[in-house]
């Protein structure tokens, strides 16, 4: 049988956990004929590296920032998710054309419904690219929705854009709101670790989402556990849209949980909250 590669592009890409994904995935499956690779690619590259990965017939993309919009005039087709989200984070083969689909959407909605909660309404803060599945996740699950941000053209025209509620955001602590989401990067590794949203003036929530994953455990994700409200984790979503890559490269199915717990391992974190 031949080989078949794929892979992950993004600038700078720092560690990221889709090959650890990726390739346990392959292992569980007895796929030892696939590899998944990490691949930095700077933006003056994205035109080579599409030729080379129709030359090469690469099997499958993981698309990350900064190509995950300047990637799609080199492709042959979008799916009605990608198109809708403006935004690629997986490229596949159908026939002879390169397509590229986001499963960010879906990634962000698995773990919401597998938590099992009764939301009606949300709150989201930010609205860069990170906060854009987020919003249309929500919107499609038919949860009432308000974005906020620091910049607040920035969140008028999100809401504008999605037909959804937007605040001030030196307004959000009146907002009232079931479940709170976090697309800042506040908590993020970095320089903004140890940073919050999530402030003791704003209303109760019945339950928080932080989208960062690293580190797991960000001080929202601490509020929250601190005040025994159900949590989900990032790692939850970059799991889900992990495992559908993986569906839509191989027609096969992984189970969440065992995923979850694979990389909970890897990162040496017990409790990952997933609610
Ligand atoms: P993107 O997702 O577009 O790459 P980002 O730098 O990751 O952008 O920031 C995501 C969102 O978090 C942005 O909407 C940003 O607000 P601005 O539009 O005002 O920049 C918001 N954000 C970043 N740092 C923040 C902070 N310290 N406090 C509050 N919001 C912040």
Redesign the pocket.
């Known amino acids: 049988m031949n080989g078949q590669i794929y892979g992950i592009i993004g600038h700078p890409l720092g560690h990221t956990l889709s090959p650890d994904l990726h390739n346990w995935g392959f292992a569980r499956l007895g796929l030892p004929h696939k590899l998944y690779c990490r691949w930095p690619l700077p933006p003056e590259e994205i035109a080579l590296f599409l030729k080379s990965f129709r030359l090469l017939e690469i099997s499958g993309i993981s698309v990350t ?1 900064p190509h995950k919009e300047t990637i799609i005039p080199y492709i042959d087709g979008l799916s009605p998710q990608a198109s809708r989200i403006g935004a690629v984070n997986t490229l596949y083969w159908s026939g002879d054309k390169v397509l590229g689909t986001n499963t960010d959407i879906k990634g962000f909605t698995t773990p919401l419904l597998s938590a099992g909660l009764d939301l009606d309404s949300a709150l989201v ?7 854009k599945a987020a919003l249309y996740a929500l919107k499609e699950m038919g949860i009432r929705t308000t974005v906020t ?3 607040e053209e ?1 969140a008028q025209s999100r809401a504008n854009e999605l037909g959804i509620d937007f605040c001030a955001w030196e307004k959000r602590h009146k907002v009232t709101a079931d479940l709170l989401v976090n ?4 908590g993020m590794q970095g320089e ?1 670790s140890g ?1 919050s ?1 999530w402030e003791k003036s704003m209303r109760p929530f019945k339950a928080v989402y932080d989208i960062i994953y690293n580190p797991v455990w960000t001080p929202f994700l601490q509020q929250a556990a601190e005040e025994n409200k159900p949590a989900i984790s990032g790692l939850c979503m970059f799991v889900s849209q992990g495992l559908e890559q993986f569906r839509i490269w191989t027609g096969l199915e992984l189970d969440y949980n065992s995923a979850l717990d694979h990389l909970g391992g890897i990162l040496d974190i017990q409790n990952i909250p997933a609610c």
């Open positions: 920032i803060l930010g609205a860069g690219g990170a906060s941000n620091r910049g920035k697309t800042t990067p506040l903004k940073g949203p």
